[in-house]
């Protein structure tokens, strides 16, 4: 097993154990350092019938009260209506301040949970046990959490850091092969965004990527969760450098909610962003076409789509005026200057760009 640290500016921190079989020594690590007095295990249907009843059975094996929430699974759950009815039953079920959630499944799972936890009774710890590659090396670290509208993707949210992270790799084991190019998407943007060499040795080993397993996935693992952690640990609250993990994210989030949450994953969407956003990075001449190009064969070669879809621009300029990172009316955009780094003006990687350009890359 590999500890890893995400350390914060105030000096806080919190530690990611990583490893197989990490998930079935959770409750003894709950036991010997309590984060709650008793748990909440927030999932849902699909890791209930996988997990959660073993995760359930382990706690309580370990002495530990523990009840099972769950919901029905998707982005398309990911709003507020699931919010009220999981706390609603938490509430029935007695979980008080002194308790904590255990947030048990993928983004969908680890957005709702950590949002549940953030407010339910003005915010109580939670644990992340993430079960897929995206919400391995994205989304359980990092404390990003929000539920969707309608039309707008991860709007209502908070920043609330997790006590403690355990990933388990095993759970890889059972994830359907769309949802691991999902978790791939955001780790070839890990390459683009900040480690040339990382790209290249995922260009070289492309074929064999979605097979990989043991020690050679912790190693991948490992090297996305520093890379982010970095990120996080200099900028939590995405002042500035945090937005280049947004990379591909502003017209990925753009048509995940034009299409109503239901015809891309997050990681697929993510893909089509990259290509877009790295179309917008070489109109702005910041990046030149291979770069671009090398980007976009790794992500087609691990069967992402590049393509945006029909979509009309006007909309999609329409929900990226909505993003979180618009200011003065105008969009804001993290984007690269070549394989592994990211491009800055005036020392900030935030960037206006002017709509019309937008829809230069759109149309
Ligand atoms: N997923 C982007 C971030 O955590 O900042």
């Not at 938490?90 to 301040?97: E, Q, T």
């Amino acid at each position: 097993m590999r500890k890893l640290v995400v350390k914060l500016e105030s000096g806080q921190g919190y530690p990611i154990h990583l490893g197989r079989g990490v998930l079935r020594r959770l409750p003894s690590s709950l036991r010997s350092r309590p984060v709650g007095e008793r748990y909440a295990v927030i999932t849902d249907h699909t890791v209930r019938d996988l997990y959660g009843e073993t995760v359930l059975a382990g706690l309580e094996r370990a002495g530990l009260h523990a009840r099972i929430f769950s919901f029905a699974p998707g982005e398309a759950r990911k709003n507020l209506r699931t919010v009220e009815s999981i706390a609603g039953r938490m509430l029935k079920a007695g979980i008080s301040r002194s308790d904590a959630v255990i947030a048990l499944g993928g983004g969908v799972v680890g957005d709702v949970a950590g949002y549940v936890a953030a407010s339910y009774m003005r915010g109580i710890p939670y644990i992340q046990a993430p079960t897929t590659l995206l919400s391995m090396v994205d989304s359980s670290i990092g404390g990003k959490v929000a539920v969707d509208l309608d039309s707008a993707k991860n709007i209502i949210g908070h920043f609330w850091h997790p006590s403690r992270v355990f990933i388990d790799p095993t759970c890889l084991d059972t994830l359907p092969v769309r949802q691991q190019r999902s978790g791939w998407a955001e780790i070839v943007k890990h390459g683009v965004i900040a480690d040339r060499d990382y790209f290249g040795w995922l260009e070289k080993n492309a074929a064999r990527l979605l097979r990989l397993r043991g020690k050679a996935m912790e190693d991948v693992l490992a090297r996305s969760l520093s890379i982010k952690s970095r990120i996080v640990a200099k900028d939590a609250r995405e002042a500035d450098l945090r937005m280049v993990l947004n990379y591909g994210h502003t017209i990925g989030h753009a048509i995940e909610s034009l299409t109503r949450y239901r015809k891309y994953t997050h990681g697929e969407a993510v893909a089509i962003g990259m290509n877009l956003e790295g179309r917008l990075a070489l109109l702005l001449g910041l990046w030149d076409q291979a770069d671009l190009d090398r980007q976009n064969r790794l992500l087609r070669r691990l069967r992402l789509p590049t393509r945006l879809p029909d979509l009309s621009a006007s909309k999609i300029i329409r929900s990226i005026r909505h993003d979180k990172k618009s200011s003065n009316g105008l969009p804001v955009f993290a984007l690269p200057r070549r394989i592994g780094a990211m491009a800055t003006r005036d020392g900030r990687f935030g960037l206006h760009v002017d709509p019309a350009l937008i829809k230069g890359t759109l149309t």
